[in-house]
């Protein structure tokens, strides 16, 4: 529950973003600036109080009690910190699609260094990914929604909106928030014919929407190699199986995985992040253990159960010719994020209205990045969609302290969500 003064700060909110909405266009177009106005005073209050996965008890607080405020149903705890909004539009909006939009909620690990005023009170957190403007952006829909509802403006569109607000987008290992919404029964409970995401792009214009039927974004796993051997005096070698050594072999020989045996014409990542010998031992100590951390990555699933075989062959049998033995630790990450080919088409579709042809990109290049939305887009056919952030001087990317989620976004994201539901509830029909 949030406590009396956060209440009274969103009543302050919404009041001081204005309530009404007529019906003329241009009450209605005020009304979105309101909207938006009102996302950017959540985003940032959202960014002074970043919480990590599974913890975003006052995020999904806050986005229950803006919902409600709104006349939107609201079911909360949904995998463990998650929330979902219900609008039904239409006398018989069971008839109608069902419609899932999703933001994530979480923050990171890292000490924030941008300087803004409205930056992280919780040391060593932030949000460098920009969690808490998908957030904003959708909440900031819901209201211009609900006011349009309210007045009638969407008295011929027909089916269920659900707005998912997932935790733990960053969790990283056993599917995240996604999987863990889906194992509370996301989708029976709250049936989705499509469903749609959407991330902020660093060094992309404002607003440029990007986006690509099929693959998109990269499978991630984690993989942790423990090679065992037989430790010793520094002088005398001969007389120890030294894991040093065959690690160093192995970092090299993972890389042939990649050159040889993946297709050229396909992606394949293999990358050492982490290099443990000796621990506890000294210059002239031969060690007994050594292990490794890989992040591995693909744009194909075939190639992903490639990768895992091989990394599990190689590294038993190169340590094996040091007279060493290998232990594997293979943990499954998110799976390749492949969009629906309709799906991606309507998204280009509702950009181009929006915003102009040039302000679309309906063929951008897959990223080896990874996303816990592939996970929904396996059981529901779909699309995860990129927005540019800007490419202003001082920018910078995701995940570094210095990044900041750019507030001139959130017209353009909330008038994409907008676009997105008047397609579907006036009765885009795909295939």
């Not at 939107?72 to 998650?82: A, L, N, S, Y």
């Not at 349009?148 to 089916?159: H, I, M, P, V």
């Not at 005398?236 to 030294?242: C, G, K, L, T």
């Given at each position: 529950m949030l406590d009396h003064q956060t209440l009274a700060f969103l009543g302050a909110l919404e009041a001081r973003a204005g309530q009404t909405i007529g019906s003329t266009r241009a009450a209605v177009d005020d009304n979105l600036k309101r909207s938006a106005h009102l996302a950017t005073l959540i985003r940032q209050d959202i960014h002074r109080?970043?919480?990590?996965?599974?913890?975003?008890?006052?995020?999904?607080?806050?986005?229950?009690?803006?919902?409600?405020?709104?006349?939107?149903?609201?079911?909360?705890?949904?995998?463990?910190?998650?929330?979902?909004?219900?609008?039904?539009?239409?006398?018989?909006?069971?008839?109608?699609?069902?419609?899932?939009?999703?933001?994530?909620?979480?923050?990171?690990?890292?000490?924030?260094?941008?300087?803004?005023?409205?930056?992280?009170?919780?040391?060593?957190?932030?949000?460098?990914?920009?969690?808490?403007?998908?957030?904003?952006?959708?909440?900031?829909?819901?209201?211009?929604?609900?006011?349009?509802?309210?007045?009638?403006?969407?008295?011929?569109?027909?089916?269920?909106?659900?707005?998912?607000?997932?935790?733990?987008?960053?969790?990283?290992?056993?599917?995240?928030?996604?999987?863990?919404?889906?194992?509370?029964?996301?989708?029976?409970?709250?049936?989705?014919e499509r469903i749609f995401a959407m991330h902020n792009a660093p060094s992309q214009p404002v607003g440029k929407v990007l986006t690509r039927a099929g693959p998109m974004m990269a499978s991630s796993d984690r993989v942790d190699v423990t090679i065992r051997g037989e430790g010793g005096h520094a002088a005398?070698?001969?007389?120890?199986?030294?894991p040093v050594l065959a690690v160093a072999a192995l970092v090299m020989s993972l890389q042939s995985i990649v050159s040889r045996n993946v297709d050229p014409q396909d992606t394949a990542v293999i990358s050492?992040?982490?290099?443990?010998?000796?621990?506890?031992?000294?210059?002239?100590?031969?060690?007994?253990?050594?292990?490794?951390?890989?992040?591995?990555?693909?744009?194909d699933a075939q190639v992903r159960v490639l990768l895992e075989r091989r990394i599990g062959e190689l590294a038993r049998l190169q340590s094996e010719s040091f007279n060493c033995s290998a232990q594997v630790n293979y943990m499954h990450g998110y799976p390749v994020l492949v969009n629906d080919a309709s799906c991606s088409a309507l998204v280009e579709k509702v950009a181009r209205e929006c915003f102009g042809s040039t302000m679309v990109d309906g063929q951008t290049s897959a990223i080896t990045g990874s996303e816990d939305f592939a996970s929904m887009l396996e059981v529901r056919p779909g699309c995860y969609f990129l927005m540019g952030n800007g490419n202003a001087p001082g920018s910078c990317m995701v995940h570094h302290p210095g990044y900041d989620f750019n507030d001139e976004l959130l017209p353009a994201s909330i008038r994409m969500w907008i676009g997105l539901c008047r397609e579907v509830f006036n009765g885009a029909r795909f295939p």
């Open positions: 109080h970043p919480e990590l996965a599974f913890a975003e008890t006052r995020t999904s607080a806050m986005v229950a009690a803006l919902l409600r405020m709104w006349g939107i149903e609201v079911h909360e705890g949904i995998g463990r910190t998650g929330v979902v909004g219900v609008m039904r539009f239409g006398n018989h909006p069971e008839e109608g699609p069902g419609l899932g939009l999703r933001a994530d909620m979480d923050a990171l690990p890292i000490e924030e260094q941008t300087g803004k005023p409205y930056s992280s009170v919780r040391r060593g957190l932030m949000h460098a990914c920009g969690h808490d403007g998908h957030t904003a952006a959708l909440l900031g829909a819901a209201r211009h929604l609900s006011g349009l509802k309210a007045q009638g403006a969407c008295s011929q569109w027909n089916g269920t909106l659900h707005l998912i607000f997932q935790p733990a987008e960053e969790c990283g290992l056993d599917g995240g928030g996604a999987l863990a919404m889906m194992r509370d029964g996301l989708f029976e409970r709250f049936p989705c005398f070698p001969h007389r120890s199986a030294d050492v992040g982490r290099m443990l010998a000796g621990e506890r031992g000294t210059y002239n100590v031969i060690p007994a253990l050594a292990r490794l951390e890989l992040s591995v990555r693909a744009l």
